[in-house]
């Protein structure tokens, strides 16, 4: 048997002003496995924690009871001093005599009684405490951020400035993401372009970050620290090593589709960069429309490069990156307009998305940033903005709120009413929600100087009739039926994750909400983790934001992912549950319980494995498990019970 | 009126930080209750519940994070789950599922700590001694 040595703290009178000492003392000699019993005024102390040394050494003690305070205060600072006499640390224990017994009883044979029976159960563990290591795990020094919109643009950069090499992975041929779309940005109307695209050169020439546009991430093994990633590189049938990115090859190609990055209202080549200012700044050929893939014939593209970098054989390739920790900075798009039939979406031309009208006043849009409906191109006299379109729409759309669109369609008014100083801009709203810096004095801005009115209500529907879209609304304020004439309509559509990141999700088997976005480690004090250690998420992957909130979250994530990467090796309490394979049968309910996938099914040996470093130690596998395979560490059933038994015992 | 014995699981993030606060509160409350902390209340498992009961306890209090705020996200709603249906299970082994207790207390509640734990102490006292004949 152990032998245990039990020193109780008077903590001055704090405990010994309610609780009976030497009886404490007197009592705890009889306890099983207690070879020595001492009190002393302090024992957090110098000379407290000298007392407990020496007598560890002189009493050949391998178990050590502290009767103080709450082992939140000193529990550490305990376990630090025995161990420097030779003891592991884990088996020390505190036994809280104070914060829950003599400070919150007055009766002195109540509280002495009750802290016999708290000593004793502590007593009762100890006897059955392991010595254990913390867990040591080596760190690839290395991060993917999947997602090259701002948030893993910032991301990337900050960890890549850390000196840590990033893979940086996006789907499209340039990154940018969706603010490269945007006009100009709340509420300071800076240019979109103009504070994004130098970050943009940033990440084309940090030496630590290797871009994989037209990529995506296809395969993820591994866990924190040392994820295995594969990445599909879709053949952009263009040689970067050769092209310069000259563009001669777009301006001759024949084929003209709809361009998606101005949302269908300009038309791009089947060779095309993504926007004037793409990252890299180098073209892909879009197989789907090119005439030579479809039909066979052309190459004009290939006879006109002076670099001989067109490829038409390029084929996909997989390749595989080690890296330490993930970001998923996936972004969002936005609820589409033929969800909303009462609103003509998808049937009439002139009712568009917030993006569209995004595009249509940036001066790189299609329009150089003159408002020119989609129909017939005309400068439309009165717009109408409808916001939480699908958005805050429980019964029949999503219950969320979309977070930027108040802030905006507020500042899509303002801007029509600039480029269009004697047209009309109502705003259809439930709330106005300006939290954020400068934001307020930007919507009172909008309604004072720049005279867009806002009417609370609901729009029930939008129709043609003689050439002008009709608004119906209803007024709330005034109680009355409203109805607007329209030459355009832009419809707040609700923010959505990414289509395809779901996918994504499922493969890092990162949980997600019932929205579908990223849910986070801890809502409060984990905002950027996921339950998958080592996986970080920021941006509108996580839910809807802008873009302040996402570069800050960009920050945190990097942040964290240099702290990680600052030590070589990841150190885990040791304290995790694991498996007795003796016992288990791979049922697999621990498995299921369990919320950081740290368990799973071994179908060779049929047994669950434990991975230790992603175990945080709750112990709900534990007592899920029906044959007490599943133990924790230092807190075994056996320990539960013989606890118990030792507070019951007369 | 007996003085019942109760055996208190805390969930270490909540519950006893808690019932720390009631402490550094100076806050008061019967001394019936023997805590046993554990990391997260859905450590607590059925067994440990019957063997309090088997060794003379006449109450079992379960102490976790309100639903949300689960230091491990999930923990506490599986432990709602256990005990809604170990309840049930109770009741088939003629012991009063009153004795067993489930309450939310989190970190800021000292006071509601106190609450909780005079409410169930009174109520157990009520229900009387707990005599279990085979377990």
Partial sequence: MKRIGVFVCHCGINIAGTVDIKRVVEAVKNFPG????????????????????????????????????????????????????????YNCEIANIREQCSWVHTNMEEATEKAIRIVKSIVAKTLLDESLVPIKSPVVKR?????????GIQAALNIANSGYEVVLVEKEPSIGGRMAQF?????????????????????????????LTYSEVVDVSGSVGNFKVKIKKKAKSVDYEKCTGCGICVEKCPVKVPNEFDRGMSERKAIYTQFPQAVPNKPVIDRENCTY?????????????????????????????EVGAIVLATGYELYDVSNMGEYGGGELEDVIDGLTFERLLSSSGPTSGEVRRPSDGKVPKTVVFVKCVGSRDPEHHFPYCSKVCCMYTTKHAMLYKHRVPDGKAYIFYMDVRTAGKGYEEFYQRAQEEDGVIYLRGKVSKIYKSDGKLIVDGFDTLTGRKVQVEADMVVLAMAIRPSSGAEKLF??????????????????????????????????CA????????????????????SVMFSQDYLIHEPIITGVNEDLCSGCGICVAVCPYDARKINREKGTVEVNEILCEACGACAAACPSGAAQQKNLTDRQIISMIKAILEE | MIKPKIIAFYCKWCTSAGADLAGTSRLTYPPNVIPVRVMCSSRVDAEHVLEAFKNGADGVLIGGCHPGDCHYETGNYQTLKRVTLLKKMLEDLNIDPRRLRLEWVSAAEGKRFTEVVKEFTEEIA?????????L
């Fill in chain 1, 34 to 89: 207690v070879v020595y019993v001492e009190d002393y005024k302090y024992m957090c102390s110098d000379p407290g924690q000298n007392l407990i040394r020496e007598k560890i050494k002189s009493e050949k003690l391998d178990g050590v009871v502290i009767a103080a305070c709450s082992p939140t205060l000193h529990e550490k600072t305990f376990r630090n001093t025995v161990s420097q006499a030779g003891i592991n640390p």
């Fill in chain 1, 143 to 151: 991060a993917l951020v999947v997602g090259g919109g701002i948030a």
């Fill in chain 1, 183 to 211: 006009s100009e940005t709340f509420p300071t109307l800076d240019c979109a372009q103009c504070i994004l695209t130098p970050k943009m050169v940033d990440v084309a020439s940090n030496e630590n970050i290797k871009l």
């Fill in chain 1, 293 to 321: 893939f479809q039909k066979g014939k052309c190459r004009l593209c290939e006879r006109v490069c002076p670099f001989g970098a067109i490829d038409f054989e390029q084929e996909d390739e997989v390749i595989e990156e």
């Fill in chain 1, 506 to 539: 499922n493969l890092l088997k990162v949980s997600t909400d019932a929205n579908g976005f990223l849910t986070e480690a801890h809502p409060k004090l984990r905002p950027v983790e996921s339950l998958t250690a080592g996986i970080f998420l920021v941006g």
């Fill in chain 1, 542 to 561: 996580q839910g809807p934001k802008d873009i302040p909130d996402s570069v800050s979250q960009a920050n945190a994530a990097a942040s964290m992912i």
């Fill in chain 2, 126 to 134: 009520k229900l009387g001694e707990l005599k279990v004949e085979k």
